[in-house]
C-alpha cells in the first residue's frame, strides 16, 4: 500500500516562507497526480496545488496562485510545496494526497478522486 509522508511545517512569522516535502512510498497509477490540501480549525479542507508526477503539469486553486509554487521530483519519490509571502490565514493543516490522473485538473475540481492521504504537517504564521 502507497504511504504519504508529509514534513516541513514549522512556524513562521508573517512575510516568511516555508517549503514542505510529501515523499511518496512508490510511484504507481494510484499516485500519478499528487496535490496539497489544507484545513484551517473551524474550516472546511480547501485544495491548494497538484502536479502529474509524470510529465509535471500542474494546476493551483485560483485563489493560491502567485504564492504557492508546488514541484516534483520523480529520483526521490517527493513532491514540493514552496510557499512564500505567508500570512496568519496561511495558518492550518497542510495535506498532500495521491490519487488518479484525472484527480489533478484546474483548481483541484474532483478532490474525491486523491484517495491516499498523509498526516500532515501543521503550518503557523505569527503576525
Known amino acids: 500500500k502507497v504511504q504519504l509522508v508529509e514534513s516541513g511545517g514549522g512556524s513562521v512569522q508573517a512575510g516568511g516562507s516555508l517549503t514542505l516535502s510529501c515523499i511518496a512510498s512508490?510511484?504507481?497509477?494510484?499516485?500519478?497526480?499528487i496535490g496539497w490540501f489544507r484545513q484551517a480549525p473551524g474550516k472546511e479542507r480547501e485544495g491548494v496545488a497538484c502536479?502529474?508526477?509524470?510529465?509535471?503539469?500542474?494546476y493551483y486553486v485560483d485563489s493560491m496562485k502567485g504564492r504557492f509554487t508546488i514541484s516534483r521530483d520523480k529520483s526521490n519519490y517527493t513532491v514540493y510545496l514552496q510557499m512564500d509571502s505567508l500570512q496568519a490565514e496561511d495558518t492550518a493543516a497542510y495535506y498532500c494526497?495521491?490519487?488518479?490522473?484525472?484527480?489533478?485538473?484546474?483548481?483541484?475540481?474532483?478532490?474525491?478522486?486523491?484517495?491516499?492521504w498523509g498526516q500532515g504537517t501543521q503550518v503557523t504564521v505569527s503576525s
Open positions: 494526497a495521491a490519487g488518479v490522473p484525472q484527480a489533478c485538473v484546474p483548481n483541484l475540481a474532483y478532490p474525491s478522486l486523491f484517495e491516499i
Open positions: 502536479i502529474h508526477v509524470g510529465g509535471g503539469t500542474t
Open positions: 512508490s510511484y504507481t497509477y494510484s499516485t500519478t497526480s
